[in-house]
């Protein structure tokens, strides 16, 4: 983390704000599909570990990939992920629940090869049924890779600011 | 509430709604059920070594689960003893000692009150350090796993969990090593009764192909044919339901260990090379067990799919909430990568994100919210299936359903919730241990079934 980082152009930074805006558009549009075959890399780790209440002075490394996580997935499980919200057999989306995102603080730095690290804040919102509405706030570091015209993620880090999850389930795409 | 007969009706099979509801009700469940019963604190496996530890739960009481020197555990209130303040924050960690953040007194790693910053000036040698140590529960482990109990008359962890460790030691301890838990847990809210889980858990079967329809189509593998209740199945010959004395149950569906696993070699395989030991250790019976998947609660809270090997406790947090603690089981002794697979496996599946556990926290949190209405609440929920399609078996202990879709369990364990609500104490319970499980009428079923098929 702390050798020399290199900040992308304006325009890079500019084409993963419209990037990011994009994907939220085909999140909050239920175009998961789409979004898993042209905006996620084949060889995505898309991962959002367990983080615990420790103290100062724990000496504990941080949690790895091998370690317990709420989401540890390559292409093919979050491809199973999408395919389960196409089956018409999740009572729980039916109807439908709402979700909106925002994304700011967006950070790219240009590591080469076409390559960029980008940290971003995400807070998303869904509403369920009658009342039930919750809201969470995530860290999100991202590994992007330039193609023909655009971005693919091949690494995603989801930083979620709770120990202790306020919601039924976490099951939604960031 | 207490004694009130309509609460769980064994002859109906039948509870009234104000079980998921009513604050009176939860009350006297703290009293009776949590203050009384062994409580899953950990395992040995999440706290290794000497001065390790972890905060959990019993029911809504904070504890403090600690690693002594000597090898033993204890665990004691997390709440000092000088003005109450909560001793430890920290979800686990390694301490030679807990310091109070408010006035700094120190509690040991046994919660001895150790040390209390400027006692001889200010307290004039008039403190009795002795009689102020953090309040203790008591602990005793089963393989591994630690539970607590805030009764002293409780009977031990081995009597509490009863003809159930038969059960218990063909996976506890399997061929030999056993199981460990791996955290550290997942923790989510839930809006519901902490009863809708764990009777979910301990025996409904039922759910499975219609709930998971979704999830199921995308896992493929054994249980894909139960999707959407649409195959022709042969219910009565993929499993069976067990209930026992102390309201622990489970279901089991044949050969289907890892069936919701998508990357399984590894776990697949440690268990086609260590059934045989479990053979010869524990017979047939019980090794037809050890391949099956099963959804299983021990009670009051806690509950687990071996197999899936997802591992839950269900913290209550008022008659309508709970805090979920989600953690993985594995075989002490399958190697790293295995271990690693099945952690993802289990977490990808019922997990806070989970493709299963996404379907049943809507199903929980319903169940228990339309119970608001009034009318609604002046209502009974039935667990009917399989009636008289369950008895005392030959072999395995306490009572058995017929088949992995039925309702023995929940109807086991509702009996011995009403039991230990209405017992003024554990005599009273212990009084009822030879005639407990004549609610189950038929006492033939199984005799005249096996003997028909031979
Ligand atoms: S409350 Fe803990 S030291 Fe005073
Ligand atoms: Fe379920």
Known sequence: ?174 | MTGNPSLVDTVESTQSREIFWDKDVYNLELERIFGRSWLFLGHESLLPKPGDFITTYMAEDKVILSHQPDGSFRAFINSCTHRGNQICHADSGNAKAFVCNYHGWVYGQDGSLVDVPLESRCYHGQLDKARLGAKHVRVETYKGFIFGCGDADAPSLEEYLGEFCWYLDTIWEGAGGGLELLGPPMKSILACNWKVPTENFVGDGYHVGWTHAGALHGIGGELAGLAGNRAEMPFEDLGLQFTTRHGHGFGVIDNAAPAIHVKRDGWAKYLADTRGEVLRKFGPERERLYVGHWNCSIFPSCSFLYGTNTFKVWHPRGPHEIEVWTYTMVPRDADRETKSIIQREASRSFGTAGTLESDDGENMSSATFVNRGNITRDGRMDSSMGVGFEGPHPVYPGIVGSSFIGETSHRGFYRFWKELLDAPNWDAVKANDSVWDSVFLNRDYWTAKLDAAE
Not at chain 1, 29 to 39: A, P, S, V
Not at chain 1, 57 to 73: E, F, G, K, L, V
Not at chain 1, 82 to 89: F, K, M
Request: glycine content about 4%; proline content about 3%; overall charge negative.
């Open chain 1, 1 to 174: 983390m702390s050798v020399e980082r290199v900040l992308a152009g304006l325009d890079v930074q500019y084409a993963i704000d419209m990037h990011y805006r994009a994907e939220v558009r085909l999140w909050q549009t239920g175009q998961y599909r789409e979004w898993l075959n042209n905006m996620v890399a084949e060889d995505i780790h898309y991962w959002m570990p367990i983080y615990e209440q420790r103290f100062l002075r724990d000496r504990r490394p941080d949690p790895t990939p091998d370690d317990a996580a709420i989401y540890n997935d390559d292409y093919g499980e979050l491809d199973q992920r999408v395919q389960r919200l196409y089956t018409g057999t999740v009572w729980m989306e039916d109807p439908p629940s709402k979700i909106r995102y925002f994304v700011s603080n967006i950070e790219a730095f240009d590591t080469g090869n076409g390559e960029f690290d980008v940290y971003s804040n995400v807070l998303v919102y869904r509403n369920r049924r009658q009342l039930e509405m919750t809201v969470h706030t995530l860290g999100r570091e991202d590994k992007l890779r330039r193609v023909d015209d655009g971005f693919k993620v091949f690494r995603r880090k989801l930083l979620l600011d709770a120990r202790v999850t306020q919601d039924k389930n976490l099951y939604f795409f960031c």
